[in-house]
């Protein structure tokens, strides 16, 4: 394992500077922010240069590094120009990688779009990770290996989500046919075991959002992935749950923590 990271979606309401403190609270190094907003209750951060400031005083003054940045969903009208200040901003802090769903389920256009990311993110060291699930336009791993193997950059590699390689009937097995070095970051949670009971989409997003396991807790095969995970591999832990969704950000980062170390202690 390379590193071990809190993913900005398990304390999505405390927004990145409460990420970083909560994150350096628990006792991780390392952390994904949300830059990029998708819902009104995200905040602004590029572009408001007291917001970047203390992102960046907060970072030096915890110790913290980047790992990932969020989302950068691949959609019909992604606009380009407008990711630009964000990517820029991102490298400036450190960050390794920006997570791509794919939500165009034109495939040569999603492509087209995706590699043109790719392109814009590699002068800045940026890594772009195809994030599959049941929900978007990329519904499986296989979908996602063979979307980035046609994107033919040399920074466009997976991110592999627990929850979605188990929803969509996937297995860690699944990953030892992969080439290793497309496996970057493994979003780690845990939840009850898959059953194919044809739940719908939205059912699968509310899950994936509000419903998630610490690692540890659920029934899913956790130490069968740690043993196939090349050891370049980097873990986040995003495990947003309304189950603690009454704790402090601290305190749900220093669950969050404590539950990862005791899984990977035990592996």
Not at 14 to 40: E, S, T, Y
Request: hydrophobic share 45%; charged share 20%.
């Amino acid at each position: 394992m390379a590193v071990l990271s809190l993913a900005a979606l398990t304390l999505l309401d405390a927004g990145p500077a409460g990420q970083i403190k909560a994150a350096a609270a628990a006792g991780f190094d390392h952390v994904g922010l949300r830059l990029n907003p998708l819902v009104p209750s995200d905040q602004i951060i590029v572009g408001d240069l007291v917001k970047e400031n203390e992102i960046m005083r907060l970072l030096e003054e915890h110790r913290m590094s980047v790992l990932e940045i969020g989302v950068f969903p691949i959609t019909p009208h992604i606009n380009l120009n407008a990711l630009m200040p964000i990517l820029t901003f991102s490298a400036k802090i450190g960050a390794h990688y920006i997570v791509c769903p794919i939500e165009d389920t034109h495939d040569d256009r999603a492509l087209a779009h995706f590699a043109l990311l790719c392109d814009a993110a590699a002068p800045l060291g940026i890594t772009a990770l195809v994030e599959f699930n049941p929900y978007s336009a990329c519904k499986n791993l296989n979908k996602a290996v063979r979307f980035v193997e046609r994107a033919e950059r040399s920074n466009a590699a997976l991110v592999i989500d627990v929850l979605h390689l188990s929803r969509s009937g996937g297995h860690p097995r699944d990953l030892l046919t992969l080439d290793p070095s497309l496996i970057e970051l493994v979003h780690f949670c845990d939840a009850p075991a898959f059953k194919a009971d044809g739940r719908s989409e939205d059912a699968l997003r509310q899950e994936s959002r509000t419903a998630r396991l610490l690692p540890g807790e659920g029934e899913l095969w956790l130490d069968e992935l740690l043993d196939v995970l090349p050891a370049h591999c980097s873990i986040s832990v995003e495990a947003p749950s309304r189950l603690h969704a009454d704790k402090s950000a601290e305190q749900r980062a220093s669950l969050a923590y404590k539950a990862s170390m005791k899984v990977l202690s035990a592996h």
